[in-house]
């Protein structure tokens, strides 16, 4: 049996869209013209993107329902439900309804004999690496449901963390949007018309600000649009050239490190992934060689997952952990400390743990200190541009009164 989503007419007139099983497409029409339904679109529900109808909405398995689906699914598998029995039901969850389509295309190949991990993999693009090698370590050894807690928590705070990041830039990026706005709004049109009315009426010489800033304006107005055009455009040509060549991406990721205050934020982000990840497969049973190269992955990080990679083989013919960590840069500052204490004292998923946690809290600390001398320096910042438009205004009159008086 397949799942087909559907999307036709009742006898009434009215839209009625859902899912239906049936062993094919011609067995799928006619029992919806049975129940009365006459069918406009039917197609496989395979969970894809580009067979799901209405796929913008139902092929989406973002985080959050990711992390609704592993926490309900490991509470059902624990009560002893078969695991076809249980996609059904989480089919029918309110939190998941709006991927009951790509759901039934997962059932469905479970039905027909793969795994969870596999299933998923193949009906769900955002799904981590980490995350499918989570899911094959809980069916391979047989505690699916304790590995689905646990990779429901560790994704639930990477989407924490990313939310953290996303909030730290939403003020910096409205005051500097507003403030180009208004710099634009000044300089292109109200400092020239009030320097156009006082030379007109009086012919005073401007001065030189006030020329400047109407230089100014005047470069912003032409300067704006086609920097904006230009940055579009750039960044579609760079996005496309770095799939093409993954080293042009890998050394542009490590340039950012280098920058200022960004590389620093990008260093704990990549620190706390990395315990995190290291943990979290390390207490699944993952090997070390594998589980240094999914948490490379989970960085976010290309340069580093392309240094862990190599690392990984280092580890495979004898080196140790912290050694290895040691050798990546933007890894090597105390983490290679708390791993080589977890090797020696054979906690090291624990202390991993540990290290995780700490570097939280340094995230934290980091993020509420940029902000509190950020803020300042924007504000202060506006209050000199506002200080030289008001001067490059006053200047003319102040001019001109001279000339009168």
Request: hydrophobic fraction near 50%; aromatic fraction near 6%; glycine fraction near 10%.
């Amino acid at each position: 049996m397949r799942t087909f989503s559907y999307k036709g007419f009742d006898s009434s007139g009215g839209v009625r869209r859902g899912l239906i099983e049936a062993q094919d497409l011609k067995e799928a029409r006619e029992k919806l013209t049975a129940r009365g339904i006459l069918p406009r679109e039917v197609v496989p529900s395979e969970g894809s993107p580009a067979t799901a109808l209405f796929a913008s909405r139902e092929s989406s398995f973002r985080a959050e329902s990711r992390v609704a689906f592993y926490r309900e699914l490991g509470v059902l598998l624990g009560a002893g439900l078969p695991m076809v029995g249980a996609m059904e039901i989480l089919m029918e969850s309110p939190e998941l309804g709006v991927s009951a389509s790509l759901l039934a295309g997962v059932r469905d190949r479970i039905r027909e004999g793969a795994s969870l991990a596999a299933s998923l993999g193949a009906a769900v693009p955002q799904l981590k690496p980490y995350e499918r090698a989570i899911l094959e370590v809980g069916e391979k050894s047989g505690n699916l449901e304790g590995m689905l807690e646990r990779l429901a928590f560790f994704v639930e705070e990477q989407e924490h963390l990313r939310e953290k990041i996303i909030s730290a830039l939403i003020y910096p990026t409205i005051i500097l949007g507003f403030s180009v706005l208004v710099a634009v709004g000044l300089l292109g049109f109200v400092v020239p018309a009030a320097a156009a009315v006082i030379t007109e009426q009086s012919r005073v010489p401007l001065p030189w600000l006030t020329r400047f800033m109407m230089m100014a304006g005047r470069v912003a107005l032409v300067g704006l649009p086609v920097l904006i055009l230009g940055v579009l455009v750039g960044r579609s040509w760079l996005n496309r050239r770095m799939v093409a060549e993954p080293a042009l991406r890998s050394r542009l990721d490590q340039t950012m490190y280098q920058i200022p205050l960004v590389g620093r934020g990008y260093m704990i982000v990549a620190n706390l992934r990395c315990a995190r990840t290291l943990a979290i497969l390390l207490k699944g049973g993952v090997g070390l060689v594998d589980a240094l190269s999914l948490a490379g992955r989970s960085t976010g990080s290309a340069w580093v997952a392309h240094l862990m990679e190599r690392e990984a083989e280092s580890v495979r013919h004898g080196s140790s952990l912290a050694d290895a960590i040691r050798r990546i840069p933007p890894l090597a500052g105390s983490l290679p400390a708390w791993i080589q204490a977890g090797e020696a004292s054979g906690a090291l998923e624990k202390l991993l743990d540990t290290a995780g946690n700490a570097y939280q809290h340094q995230w934290n600390r980091f993020v509420a200190r940029t902000l509190s001398w950020l803020e300042p320096v924007l504000i202060l910042c506006i209050g000199v541009f506002v200080l030289l438009v008001t001067l490059s205004v006053l200047l003319p009159i102040l001019s001109l009164n001279k000339m009168l008086g």
